[in-house]
Structure formats: C-alpha cells, structure tokens
C-alpha cells in the first residue's frame, strides 16, 4: 500500500469536524457491535454500517477505494486468522469466532478511520488474552502521542506491549496520518525505535491501529486480492482510532 506522504496539519475547526465524523464513524460501530453473533452475516453487518453513516451525513470511506478492484463494502470484516480488510459475504459468524470490524467515513471531506476486535459468544481464554493485549497496545500508543515525541516513540511503546506478550507485529501493515485523504502521511508502524522519525506537533491526525498476530509476524493475502491473514493460520486482533495531537493530552477523534 502507498499513500502519499506529506505531513498535514489540521486547524481547530478542521479537528472539530473530524470529531463529528469520527462520532458517527463511533456509532456505526457500535451498532455493528450490538448485531454480532452466531448466525449473523458479515453482509448483514456492513448493511448496517452503511444505513447509520448515511442516516447521519456521512459517506462510507472505504466503499469504492481504489485497490485490486475497487473495494465493495462499507466496512471491512476480518474473521479469526484474517488480520485487515476482510470482505463482507455471506459467511455466517459461529460461536467461538474473533471478529475485527474496521469502518471509515467521510464527512465534509474529512475522514474518520476506527476499528474494534471482538468475540462471537464464548471464546477461549487465548483469544480474550489477546484482545486485551491488542486494546492495550492501542491504549499505550495513544498515549505517547504527545507534542514533542517522535513517531517512533509510538511505534516502540506499541512493539514493547506487544511483543512483551509473546505476540508478533506485522511487518507490512501500519498506522497512519489521516484527514481529507484515507492515508496521508506520516506512516506510523507498529514497530521502531524510540526517538526517530517526525516529531509530533499540534494538528497532526493520526489512525492508529496496533494489528497483533499470534504465531508470527508474516502475512499473506488471500484469493480476494483484499483479504490480509497470518501466514500460520493463527489468531490475530486488530484496535484503531483516530486521534489528533495537540497542545496537551492526545484527543481521540472517534469514540462516542
């Protein structure tokens, strides 16, 4: 994936609209959270992320994105082994499932980027500990996206949760800068070193999105040309929100 790299700084005005979208980007979510279970299509559950954005002013940002072929969902729906851009189908979610559900929108040109993994019903112990250590690592790096920390800072508080865990972080795949474009820079991976790269100033927007494997840190994408899993066929989770630096602590752009 490229994107283009310039550094785009927001106004207090352009980071309030990004709060609105990121509010309904929030509640998309939420209302795709509320319908997951055994028995219930992932199809069905982009159905409903489409009606909320829409009802509400916005537009799917990933519907049409340009890629292999132009993206045909709302959300992206990534089940179990799948890491990121799951393509909603007719699949039906079973009992013991991981699920991550990922889902932009764009509203008055700017877009909001979050995402959330969560269980289908019971799940094993395993897979619980990971969701929470994935939560973690995207609680730890939003944290450290304060004015006057590099990149890189963020990077490493998210690799040192993680891989202190005993999981892995793709190689491949990362965070980024987030405004009138889906990807703008900078790209923010989820491995580095403390004290490199852009140093962080107010108005920088950031989706930042921890993608936590369990057996290894490769990827390989599957016959859809979209779908992203692990190489080993184990667990991975995948958190994200938008958040904007400012003058003091981070400000997450889309929560409730």
């Known amino acids: 994936m490229t994107w283009d790299r310039d550094i785009v700084l927001k106004s207090a005005p352009e980071i309030e ?30 159905k409903i992320a489409e009606e909320l954005i829409r009802d509400h002013g916005g537009i799917p940002s990933f519907l049409n994105y340009p890629g292999p072929y132009p993206y045909p969902a709302t959300i992206n729906a990534s089940i179990n082994e799948e890491m990121v851009h799951g393509l909603p189908s007719k699949r039906e979610l079973r009992d013991g499932d991981i699920i991550s559900i990922d889902c932009g929108t764009t509203y008055e040109g700017f877009v909001a980027d979050s995402a959330f993994t969560m269980g289908v019903g019971e799940i094993s112990e395993d897979a619980q500990h990971l969701l929470d250590v994935t939560r973690e690592a995207l609680e730890i790096g939003i944290e450290k996206m304060v004015a006057g920390n590099h990149v890189g800072d963020v990077s490493a508080a998210i690799q040192a949760h993680v891989e202190g865990n005993g999981y892995h972080v793709p190689r491949e795949y990362s965070g980024h800068g987030v405004g009138r474009k889906m990807h703008e820079g900078p790209q923010v991976l989820n491995y580095g070193l403390p004290g490199r790269g852009l140093v962080l100033r107010p108005g ?48 997450i752009l889309t929560k409730l």
């Open 17 to 46: 609209i990004m709060q609105q979208g990121g509010r309904i980007n929030a509640m998309a979510l939420d209302a795709v959270r509320k319908h997951i279970q055994p028995g219930v299509t992932t199809a069905a559950l982009d």
């Open 204 to 251: 920088v927007t950031i989706a930042l999105e921890p993608m936590v494997l369990v057996g290894t840190h490769r990827t390989r994408v599957l016959p859809d040309r979209w779908t992203v899993a692990s190489a080993d066929g184990s667990l991975t989770a995948h958190f994200e929100h938008s958040v904007a630096v400012t003058e003091g602590e981070p400000l």
